[in-house]
């Protein structure tokens, strides 16, 4: 672009490039006259041929030249007139050349090795920037390779010890029911086992369990209150035998407390090195997290990770063996005392079955109201829930008005004018708004009136959890000590 723009700048002073004809001025030729050698200017070449032009106009200029014509004048027409102009006239002109032919062919030499150069350049640079980007692909994808196979084989190792330690917690799990189970059985053998004073205590006991309006003094407690005085052997054996499987319970809890954290941790660490495996170029959420590769963050080794997972489940069963054992002498202390409970709890099994069918009536009523509750609760959500999708579809309206609104706020000079379509969207975000606020009231009281269900809700299910809970008592607690004088029946595992 420098050199034809230099070129341009050589040729404005005598070219007629992009001027009409009709304004084309006549070339003022100099009086050759008074030259004496007219044939040594740098520029002449003797190869050069005299030629006749003949002027596009008029000329008004007195010069004449003083060269023969030695060839056959060129006729050129009058553009206007389209008439041919006679010799005379043709030879009042001539073309001064600037340059040479040799200097023209010199030039283009140079514009052709230049270009040569720039593409030779051109095509090297190109070569090495896809030798690079071939080397990088190559290294980066072995690396990539190399990344999911690590990957790979992570997960295979956490699987494997997830597996371990889901099986060894699903087996302490059930050595936990087992002892929960024995538990139950060595609190109702306490009771049952003593004379029918410490039968009726441990009856009240249960039912001193009873809250609120539930802790009646019915007639199930005067039953139990003769009681008092009928058994009083083998308690003291029985509850140190119960205090041991709590304190065993304690232990296994205390276990799988910690082997569900484990799992849960490899669950966790699990998925997310599934989800990073899954991760390839073409994933979604893929961002740029400067500096994550310079901090160390991991708090374990390779071999201290499966340490530890190898130590947990080696106490886990531990203290499933010690549980194991535990039941089995608490089973055998329980076999050595059935003998010895048989007395007086036919009248007091009576009054509970009697106090049962109280409570399951009144039970049976509340669940009515309960239900009919939960009911118009359901409906009062549904109507937030149809409240809240109107609002948030009204938002996108109020949005799309908003941004209407503010992008016409950047039209240009007197194009910013109060227009129809302008106080059409002035109108449109008050009216939306106004709805906007009528919804949101009438939310309010929605949610408002929904507490309210919500608390009547409450104290029916908390008067219903009472009514169960000392269903629960009489009949499950209560009534199965009742039950378990067949003591052949009851401390059979």
Known sequence: MDILATRRKQLQSWSTFNLPISYVEPITLRNLNNYTNKYNSPWYSKDYNNVEIIPLTKSTSNYTL???????????????????????????????????????????????????????????????????????????????????????????????????????????????????????????????????????????????????????????????????????????????????????????????????????CKENALQIDTMCHQLNNYSSGLQYYIGIEKYNSCLTEQNTWIHDANQIIEKSQTERNKSCQLRTDAEALMIKITQEMWDAWSNTNNALTHRSSELFEAKNKLQQHLQMVQQEIFNVEKSLELMHKAIADKSHILKVAYTRLQTRTHRPDIEHCRDYAHMSLQ??????????????????ELENQHQNLLKAQTTLEHDLALKIDAIHIDQEKVSSLRRAYPINILFKF
């Open 427 to 444: 109108k449109e975000i008050d009216e939306i708004n106004h709805q906007m606020e009528r919804m949101y009231s009438k939310l309010k």
């Open 66 to 264: 003083d060269i023969p014509n030695t060839i056959n004048s060129s006729r050129f027409p009058d553009l206007k007139t389209k008439y041919e102009h006679n010799a005379q006239r043709g030879s009042k002109t001539i073309l001064h050349t600037r340059y040479t032919p040799d200097e023209w062919y010199q030039k283009q030499i140079k514009y052709y090795n230049d270009a040569n150069s720039c593409r030779y350049f051109s095509e090297r640079t190109r070569n090495e920037a896809l030798q690079i980007i071939r080397d990088a692909e190559e290294k980066i994808q072995s690396g990539q390779y190399d990344t999911d196979r690590r990957l790979g084989e992570r997960i295979n190792d956490i699987s494997f010890w997830r597996n371990e330690i889901a099986s060894e917690l699903e087996r302490l799990i059930q050595e936990i029911e087992r002892l929960n189970d024995c538990n139950s059985v060595l609190n109702k053998a306490i009771k049952d086992i003593e004379n029918p004073l410490h039968i009726a205590e441990e009856c009240l006991y249960y039912r001193e369990a009873r809250k609120d309006t539930e802790l009646v003094h019915d007639n199930s407690e005067k039953c139990l209150a003769k009681e008092i005085e009928i058994l009083n052997q083998n308690r003291t054996k029985l509850t140190i035998c119960l205090d041991k499987c709590k304190n065993q319970l304690q232990d296994c809890r205390l276990c799988q407390c910690q082997l569900e954290l484990n799992l849960k």
